[in-house]
C-alpha cells in the first residue's frame, strides 16, 4: 500500500508565499518522476511542475519564475516552494508521483495521487 500525503497549504496575502510538502510511505522500491498538479474550482487539472529521479525540473509558464519543486529521495518527499502568490494561484494542490512497487519478484509501476491540499491566495 503506497500513501502520498501533502501538506502546507493555507490562507495567504497576495505577494505572500507558501511552501508545500508531500511525503510518499508505503512499500516503495522506486520513485520516478514526482510532480504537483493544481485544480480551481470549476476548472481543469493543471500541471504546475515537474521534477525527475534526477532533479530535472519542468514549469508551466504562469509560475516560471515564482515556484520552485524540489525533492529529498532519501525522505520520498517532494516541495513546491511557492513565492510572489497571487489570487490566481488559488486551488487545491496535488501531488502526484510515479512509483515502482516490488512484489513477488517483479516490479510493477504506477502513478499515485495525494488527497489534495487547499491553498487560497486573498487579494
Known amino acids: 500500500q503506497v500513501q502520498l500525503v501533502e501538506s502546507g497549504g493555507g490562507l495567504v496575502q497576495a505577494g505572500g508565499s507558501l511552501r508545500l510538502s508531500c511525503a510518499a510511505s508505503g512499500s516503495i522500491f522506486r520513485i520516478n518522476a514526482m510532480g504537483w498538479y493544481r485544480q480551481a474550482l470549476g476548472k481543469q487539472r493543471e500541471l504546475v511542475a515537474t521534477i525527475s529521479s534526477g532533479g530535472d525540473t519542468n514549469y508551466v509558464d504562469s509560475v516560471k519564475g515564482r515556484f520552485t519543486i524540489s525533492r529529498d529521495n532519501a525522505k520520498n518527499t517532494v516541495y513546491l516552494q511557492m513565492n510572489s502568490l497571487t489570487p490566481e494561484d488559488t486551488s487545491v494542490y496535488l501531488c502526484?508521483?510515479?512509483?515502482?512497487?516490488?512484489?513477488?519478484?517483479?516490479?510493477?509501476?504506477?502513478?499515485?495521487w495525494g488527497q489534495g491540499t487547499q491553498v487560497t491566495v486573498s487579494s
Open positions: 502526484n508521483a510515479e512509483i515502482e512497487i516490488k512484489r513477488l519478484g517483479s516490479i510493477s509501476t504506477r502513478n499515485y
